[in-house]
């Protein structure tokens, strides 16, 4: 158990539809990455939240945003899904004081868009 | 941009010693992961190399040659367990890219008994 925990851990819906992720980081961590991981792809970054302000940005699509709170915790929110988007998405956390820093993954959270 | 090569899959025998190489063509470096993952579950982080050389923790190494753009991993006295994807990330070295991990696409490994 790495401490990043995710909800839900599955997802069903429609195309056309919205969805919003969960992930709680590590406590004591400031940091909060999401990653897309589909058979074809591989495992690919989305975006980077330190302290409540974006950090770095990968291929994420227009249709998607997310936020990091006070509280820490952070969601992806997924709009206007197609069926491309069905995937496991992964949430991790780090200190993120340092560059040199280990990332701790969450369980996933599985999307089926159908 | 980074770009990251490492087989597909390999086959092992238990008991057996297995290399995964991973090759790498960035445009900055601060640091190169290994991490498991077991099929539909998180990747688990497995060792951290920004030195050149070899780094030993039990069972798995890691070795880097930052001039060469090369890793490997070694996994020795497998053990049925070890039958997962072995994910190799480098992290950017441009400060605007935060921390962001750029993954290859994984080497699946089959212990065979």
């Known amino acids: 158990d790495s401490g990043v925990t995710q909800t839900p851990k599955h997802l069903i819906t429609a195309t056309g539809q919205r969805v919003t992720l969960r992930c709680s980081p590590r406590?004591?961590?400031?940091?909060v990455y999401w990653y897309q991981q589909s058979l074809d792809q591989g495992l690919q970054f989305l975006i980077q939240?330190?302290?409540?302000?974006?950090?770095a940005k990968g291929n994420i699509l227009e249709r998607f945003s997310a936020q990091q709170f006070p509280d820490l915790h952070s969601e992806l929110n997924l709009s206007s899904l197609e069926l491309g988007d069905s995937a496991l998405y992964f949430c991790?956390?780090?200190?993120?004081?340092?560059?040199?820093?280990?990332?701790?993954f969450g369980p996933g959270t599985r999307l089926l868009v159908l | 941009g980074q770009n990251i090569d490492q087989p597909t899959e390999m086959t092992a025998t238990e008991g057996a010693i297995v290399q995964i190489n991973c090759t790498y063509q960035t445009s900055g470096f601060n640091g190169l992961f290994w991490y498991q993952q077991h099929a539909g579950e998180a990747p688990t982080f497995l060792s951290y190399?920004?030195?050149?050389g070899l780094e030993e923790k039990g069972r798995f190494s890691s070795f880097l040659s930052r001039s060469k753009g090369y890793s490997y991993l070694l996994l020795k006295e497998l053990q049925m367990k070890d039958s997962a994807s072995y994910l190799c990330a480098v992290r950017d070295g441009i400060k605007a890219a935060g921390n962001k991990l750029t993954f290859g696409g994984g080497t699946r490994v089959l212990v065979k008994p």
């Open positions: 991790a956390s780090s200190l993120g004081q340092l560059y040199q820093e280990t990332q701790y």
């Open positions: 939240y330190y302290n409540g302000e974006e950090r």
């Open positions: 406590s004591g961590d400031l940091s």
């Open positions: 190399n920004v030195l050149d």
